[in-house]
């Protein structure tokens, strides 16, 4: 095991110098992704600050407007149970039940969610095989070689590789914001920009710069929100990571939809948002299954698949579909 120091943060503005300062300082927090990182020798920081003593930033607070506050050090499993994220948000609570185990759950925050790193296997090898994500300029083992997990949109040649964060599918669809401090105050950054496409530098996955603590997730009211689903496909049934997950959520009136909120996950580097189809869904039935499935068809012209997972496109727009129709079913 590599070895660290682990210092405990009392205070945020302490902890966001700290950081700022030491490039080789990382933020923890329930640790079940980091260690991880530093047993596959993925990461070697130095120093780990411990940020579960500082106050506020584990509150789940739902706002009068219809809104949510949820605490960057909020627990998954927490925020899954609480009663007005489960009547006002179901596809949160379901994209978190759906996630790693009870135990993780029960560790794990909803900062060091979004943060989590790709799944690859390549990139999670402990034999440092090519992987620009880890080692940038050594190369992508997974371009042509095993690639059935991998993206199906926004892949470049340098990284094909997935986000694996369910939370991260639904807050896409809800259009959540992430709220950050740093040193000279804090920003909100909608959800869709928070985190990057590989391009040619992989290993800069999000936005947030050095010095930069996120603080809460902000969810704004929404009239689809009661009406939502996430659905998740794995290989397994439960403690997989998705294969194709589908958020949605909806408002109609009668049987028709009026408007759509669609994001897919395991299929590209960031949280995939439908927005093509959205617009073509808006006042098709839900009694027209061949309608639904041709509006959903809008946003795949650009999905380009590689050598062993073209099965996804299909597989995606039908995970897609069912969410949908079952987000339908609740309106
Ligand atoms: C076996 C296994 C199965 C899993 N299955 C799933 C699954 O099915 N679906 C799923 O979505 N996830 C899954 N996970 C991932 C799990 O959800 C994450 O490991 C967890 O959410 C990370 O939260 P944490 O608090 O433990 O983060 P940590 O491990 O403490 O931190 C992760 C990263 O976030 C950074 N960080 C943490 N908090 C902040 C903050 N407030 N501001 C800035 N940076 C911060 C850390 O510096 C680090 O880089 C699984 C994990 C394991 C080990
Ligand atoms: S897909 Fe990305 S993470 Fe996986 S080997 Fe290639 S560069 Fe590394």
């Given at each position: 095991m590599h070895p660290f120091a682990l210092l405990r943060a009392h205070d945020a503005t302490a902890a966001i110098a700290a950081h700022a300062q030491d490039p080789e300082l990382a933020f923890i927090a329930g640790g079940t992704d980091l260690l991880g990182l530093i047993k596959d020798r993925a990461t070697l920081p130095a120093r780990l600050l411990d940020i579960n003593g500082l106050p506020d930033m584990a509150r789940i607070d739902a706002r009068p407007e219809g809104g949510l506050s949820i605490g960057a050090l909020a627990r998954m499993s927490d925020v899954a149970v609480h009663p007005e994220v489960r009547k006002r948000f179901p596809v949160i609570t379901e994209a978190l039940l759906f996630s790693a185990s009870g135990q993780l759950r029960n560790m794990a925050s909803i900062g060091g969610n979004i943060m989590q790193r790709t799944r690859c296997a390549y990139f999670r090898d402990e034999d440092d095989l090519p992987c620009n994500k880890r080692r940038p300029g050594s190369g992508c083992a997974a371009r042509h070689g095993l690639n059935r997990n991998h993206a199906i949109f926004g892949w470049s040649d340098v990284c094909v590789a997935t986000n694996p964060s369910d939370l991260a599918v639904a807050l896409a669809a809800l259009d959540a914001h992430v709220i950050v401090r740093g040193a000279s105050g804090e920003r909100s950054i909608p959800f869709s920009e928070f985190h990057r496409l590989p391009g040619t530098t992989p290993a800069t996955e999000t936005v947030l710069k050095r010095g930069e603590l996120i603080v809460a997730i902000e969810v704004p009211p929404s009239p689809e929100g009661r009406a939502s689903h996430y659905l998740k496909l794995r290989d397994r049934q439960s403690y997989e990571f998705a294969l194709v997950s589908a958020a949605a959520a909806v408002a109609v009136d009668g049987r028709r939809l009026r408007s759509v909120r669609l994001a897919l996950g395991g299929v590209a580097p960031k949280p995939w948002r439908l927005t093509a189809a959205e617009a073509a869904l808006s006042g098709v039935s839900l009694d027209d299954p061949g309608a639904l499935a041709r509006a959903i068809a809008?946003?795949?012209?650009d999905a380009r698949p590689l050598a062993h997972n073209a099965f996804k496109i299909e597989l995606a727009q039908r995970v897609a579909l069912r969410a949908l129709q079952i987000a339908g079913e609740r309106a």
């Open positions: 809008a946003s795949f012209g």
